[in-house]
């Protein structure tokens, strides 16, 4: 097994680590309605759920 010459600060570890886990999420709008959601996820406005600007499904209605 390999071991280091000198010794790598836990400090630079923990910046390495939570690095990605600090950033924002993206935000898209979509083009249908103009509803602001995050990228590659479907979304309800109205009773429709969309995705990618088109209609996925609908919401039933009880009758």
Do not use: F
């Amino acid at each position: 097994m390999a071991h280091p010459k000198r010794k790598i600060s836990k400090q630079r570890r923990d910046k390495r680590r939570t690095h990605q886990k600090l950033k924002k999420p993206t935000i898209a709008i979509c083009p249908t309605t103009g509803e602001a959601h995050l990228y590659h996820r479907a979304h309800w406005h109205e009773g429709k759920l969309y995705y990618k600007g088109q209609v996925v499904m609908e919401k039933e209605v009880a009758v």
